[in-house]
């Protein structure tokens, strides 16, 4: 027997605002669910759900890094929610659900309790599900990191490809300017530790050995290799990690002695997610 429920447009309407889903794919909802409201929503729901099983072996490389800081400026969370184009990554919608996940982000501690905490009468997981059906790509949170610090700054790279935050022992005049810039400096040069003592251990041995081994091929004795080989390292850690890197807005500072500029002010954290 044919369908004669009449589906309105303000109940098609209703329902794309409630979902996100697109015209068609809530009318084609309405019909089958003789517009029951509720079961439209849980259709559209399975639809995401078939989407998403048929799309799990997908990489979702793309997407939108953001960093968010609380109120008070102490607690800060990146994260990536994931996509598979950047043409999804860039799609208002898809940046503005990336920014409320951020936002319900300061509230836990970690990407599990994230995935169990609740948007729009769901969890997290299952929105995300939802919105593989109304998107037709994989989406998925890759990246989760949360800091709390005296002052917490926070940096969100162009296009939304690299979030970073920055975490200051003292909440001074000038920590938002500065907290800003050393935040921006994570994101352009990508240090690998906060400091040499964040170093792991087997890079060094391994930064060690490769030295040595230039130094051998250049025909220098043994018994200086030791000696040159740490000059190389310290060479090593003033590229690679954040507070002795060159300060990218003025190269004759280090980033600690730029830091200092405010107070007796260190840094003490810092964290960098991005797409890929």
Do not use: W
């Not at 990536?80 to 043409?87: H, I, K, R, S």
């Not at 037709?136 to 610090?149: Q, S, T, V, W, Y």
């Not at 003025?250 to 260190?266: E, L, M, Q, R």
């Amino acid at each position: 027997m044919e369908n004669t429920v009449k589906i309105t447009a303000a109940e098609v309407n209703k329902l794309r605002k409630a979902t996100g889903a697109g015209m068609m794919d809530c009318k084609k909802a309405l019909v089958e669910a003789n517009g029951d409201f509720d079961k439209a929503i849980e259709i559209l729901r399975k639809k995401g759900q078939k989407v998403a099983a048929k799309r799990a072996d997908r990489e979702s490389t793309e997407g939108a890094a953001i960093a968010k800081v609380n109120a008070n400026k102490t607690i800060g969370v990146s994260i990536v929610l994931g996509c598979e184009t950047d043409f999804v990554g860039k799609n208002e919608n898809f940046v503005a659900l990336a920014h409320e996940l951020a936002d319900l982000a300061l509230t836990v501690n970690s990407k599990e309790e994230l995935l169990k905490a609740e948007i729009d009468g769901m969890t997290v997981a299952d929105k995300l599900i939802e919105q593989t059906g109304v998107i037709g790509e994989k989406l998925d949170i890759n990246a989760f990191e949360k800091i709390e610090a005296p002052y917490v700054g926070s940096y969100i790279h162009a296009g939304n490809k690299i979030a970073t935050l920055v975490g200051l022992s003292a909440d001074v005049d000038g920590a938002d300017v500065v907290a800003k810039d050393v935040a921006m400096q994570a994101a352009a040069m990508n240090p690998i530790a906060l400091n040499e003592e964040g170093v792991d251990a087997s890079i060094v041995e391994k930064e060690i050995e490769i030295a040595k081994d230039q130094l051998r091929q250049e025909g220098k004795p043994e018994a200086m290799l030791d000696n040159i080989a740490k000059g190389k390292l310290n060479r090593f850690f003033k590229d690679n990690t954040l507070v002795n890197q060159a300060f990218i807005k003025d190269s004759k500072v280090s980033v600690a002695d730029y830091v200092k500029t405010i107070g007796d002010v260190k840094v003490t954290t810092f964290k960098r997610v991005a797409l890929g």
